[in-house]
């Protein structure tokens, strides 16, 4: 422990040119840690024979490994960590602590640059909305995820157009169809019951739609009573409804993510909560014509701020450049690869997942479920919206609201009981003074 | 040869010591070192904060609900497994009185012994996994069997009252069978004509088993009895696997709280070190007075 750092980084900078914004050493290595998941790692490697066609000098050294954060803990510490690191996975490295402890490299530069291939335009403005948000710490852009992900609530077009249901648009509409689709012996709901997390996306969710954006900006920056809102509360006693109503699958609580959405894909029930990382999850087991598709949360009334349409999107597959990375110059550029048009095009092809450059999805064939969060997508528009709370405090979403989630689902608590409890646990890490905080703009 | 004595003794006996010395006592040593600092796992930067970690912990509600259910297993798992252990070794080795003459097992007792040994040659990651399956509440084995008889089995992991205790449950389940062989073996070394007499004089199985095996095999209930307290104070493995703790932290344990305070939902490993130390020092002083409250003397067989 405890060397001192000697500069490196300036030793692999070359000239800064119009082709050269970040000033890549056109000979400087570049060592690049893939997280071996569900994408695969193929994706990555053509994306660095990308950057090599660019920089046929460089020399990429290529790894992939499931546990990001066993394998590289001690290279952060003694100050060699590799110059691209795809934080992801179960072993991700808490990006918030990462970020309080100035071991990432701000990526501002980044969006400043012009696009690799889409002409007169900046990284930045090729970007679909909120990928910049997410990443961003007090400001800061630290943290880049290329992949766009979606939460809505997920059902089968199949079923529903077997049985005749229509997707309801208002909540009114959503209780109506969950009694008929429990007279019709299916249950209406199953979630994570194990993670129950899972279901406070659509409680928040709807909570926006109803209250407008602020609701997630004071959640996010810890503001007191956040949780208590107005529009937290309506949205709370709304989805109590389910609970009470027995709409949610018998045993729900003692099944954990894949065990619950298997049961959805087998028709058990209706409706999941879940991201746009579904589709690929589930594949093994969804049955052929299944037809999966995202929708938004119904809408609590004609006073809602957010239309129906309005969908929680957001960017994951976070990619980072250690603040003590020996070619940051690479590190950019090589996120720059990742982010040209054909990069992205190359990493929706490969993964079946959408990128987080506007427009790389099209003429691309995709599957049912990545069809609907195309679509669901377009149709939210400049309506979309996020919450970065879990990033910025893990801590609080996996464990706290995960636990109160747990017990309202289960009917152990009321709403406000619910709430309470979230703002317990929101309160518990606004005081601990060793969390860093941060502020979203 | 007198002179080949010592240089054999330190051949022997330094690599071990090193190895102990590196990978057991050092990291233990940095630990009592990290928790006094603030350090986050990812930068060489620490800052001393003096016993600030033990004071959070002191006040941190989650710590002390961990190890209220660490002291419930210290208590009830040591206890039942033993219990259950003597319980099965006795009926294998002398359960048996069909009308023979001599002390013998139940039938089927080398059937029995294998199968009571399964859990242990498996890896406590597929204990976890397989009994999770077992405990589903929809498709598991458990609320199949209810199913039949009319009753409508609860969530079990999923269900606060009932989690704690399902995992206890597979915590004894998958010791259990250790002990009976451990226990077996004491047994053998029992001379068999104490037992003849004491059939002789007409004691029934029950006053056996207490007043002549278990103070004759005394030595190895006590060591049992320190690995089995060890063990309550971790299930770490068991615990996150099966339930992360959940639901509503009713299923915690302190290694878990550890774990996910330096791995999984922060990254404050000087706190997490804080938590290990207290952690150690526990297991040390149960050890310790497991050892001095089981203390007799020691029984010879001339």
Not at chain 1, 12 to 23: D, I, M, R
Not at chain 1, 242 to 260: A, R
Not at chain 1, 320 to 342: C, D, Q
Not at chain 2, 42 to 68: H, K, S
Request: glycine content about 10%.
């Amino acid at each position: 422990m405890g060397s001192d750092d000697s500069g490196d980084s300036t030793a692999a900078a070359g000239e800064k040119s119009e082709q050269n914004p970040f000033g890549v050493k056109e000979d400087a290595p570049l060592e690049v840690v893939i997280f071996n998941g569900g994408y695969g790692e193929d994706y990555a490697k053509a994306h660095e024979a990308m950057y090599n066609e660019k920089w046929p000098k460089a020399k990429i050294t290529h790894s992939a490994t499931q546990e990001i954060s066993k394998t590289l803990q001690p290279r952060f510490v003694d100050g060699s960590p590799p110059d691209v690191v795809n934080n992801s996975g179960a072993g991700q490295i808490d990006q918030g602590g990462l970020v309080s402890q100035g071991a990432l490299t701000d990526l501002t530069a980044l969006l400043d640059a012009p696009s690799l291939d889409v002409p007169g335009k900046k990284v930045r403005d090729t970007l679909l909305p909120g990928v910049v948000d997410v990443g961003s710490y007090d400001g800061k852009f630290y943290v880049l995820n290329i992949s766009y992900t979606t939460y809505g609530i997920w059902y089968s077009t199949k079923l529903f157009a077997d049985k005749g249901w229509t997707y309801p648009k208002t909540w009114d509409e959503h209780i109506a169809l969950c009694r008929t689709i429990k007279a019709a012996g299916t249950a209406p709901w199953t979630y994570a019951g194990k993670h129950p997390r899972y279901m406070s996306w659509p409680v928040i969710a709807t909570a926006i739609k109803f209250g407008g954006l602020d609701v997630a900006k004071n959640i996010d920056n810890l503001e007191p009573n956040a949780w208590k809102s107005d529009a937290m509360k309506a949205s709370a006693d709304a989805w109590y409804q389910i609970v009470k109503d027995g709409f949610i699958l018998p045993g729900t609580p003692g099944l954990d993510h894949v065990q619950s959405q298997t049961a959805w894909c087998q028709g058990k029930a209706a409706f999941i909560s879940c991201g746009s990382w579904l589709e690929n999850e589930q594949k093994a087991v969804t049955p052929a014509g299944f037809n999966m598709a995202v929708a938004p949360t119904p809408s609590l009334g004609a006073s809602d701020k957010l239309p129906f349409e309005a969908v929680r999107g957001t960017a994951s597959e976070p990619f980072i450049v250690p603040a003590k990375a020996k070619n940051v110059p690479g590190g950019l550029e090589y996120f720059r690869t990742m982010l040209s048009m054909k990069g992205a095009k190359d990493f929706t092809g490969k993964v079946s997942a959408l990128s987080v450059v506007a427009g790389s999805a099209d003429g691309a064939t995709l599957g049912p479920g990545l069809t609907s969060v195309v679509k669901a997508l377009e149709a939210s528009g400049t309506n979309g919206f996020n919450w970065v709370y879990q990033n910025y405090y893990r801590k609080l979403e996996r464990e706290l609201v995960d636990a109160a989630c747990g017990e309202f689902f289960s009917g152990r608590t009321t709403p406000a009981e619910f709430l309470e409890q979230c703002q317990k646990g929101a309160d518990s890490i606004a005081k601990d003074t060793s969390i860093k905080k941060y502020k979203r703009a | 040869m007198r002179h080949g004595k010592y240089p054999l003794i330190v051949a022997f006996l330094v690599p071990p010591l090193l190895l102990y010395g590196v990978f057991v006592l050092s990291p233990y040593v940095q630990a009592f070192q990290i928790s006094t600092t603030d350090w986050g796992g990812y930068t060489a930067d620490a800052n001393y904060v003096g016993f600030d970690n033990f004071t959070r912990l002191f006040r941190d509600d989650y710590v002390w609900n961990a190890i209220q259910n660490n002291a419930i297993l210290l208590a009830v798992v040591p206890l039942v497994t033993i219990a259950l252990g003597l319980f099965f070794a006795t009926m294998l080795n002398m359960g048996g009185r069909g009308g023979k003459a001599g002390v013998t097992g139940v039938r089927g007792t080398a059937a029995y012994r294998l199968v009571y040994f399964f859990p242990q040659v498996l890896s406590v990651v597929i204990i976890a996994v397989v009994w999770r399956e077992v405990y589903h509440p929809n498709n598991g084995l458990l609320n199949g069997l209810l199913k039949p008889l009319g009753i409508d089995g609860p969530t079990w992991l999923g269900d606060p009252r009932y989690a704690f205790w399902c995992v206890l449950a597979v915590m004894v389940w998958s010791n259990v069978g250790f002990y009976v062989v451990l226990f077996g073996a004491a047994m053998q070394a029992i001379p068999r004509d104490i037992y003849e007499a004491v059939l002789l004089d007409g004691a029934s199985r029950f006053v056996t088993l207490v007043r002549i095996t278990i103070p004759l095999l005394w030595d190895t209930v006590q060591v049992a009895w320190i690995y089995l307290a060890i063990a309550a104070l971790d299930g770490f493995i068991l615990v996150q696997l099966m339930t992360d703790g959940g639901p509503n932290h009713s299923s915690d344990v302190i290694g878990l709280r550890m774990y996910n305070t330096a791995f999984a939902s922060d990254t404050r490993f000087g706190y997490a070190s804080a938590i290990g130390v207290v952690m150690f020092f526990l297991t040390l002083s149960v050890a310790v007075l497991a050892l001095r409250a089981s203390k007799r003397d020691r029984i010879e067989y001339s």
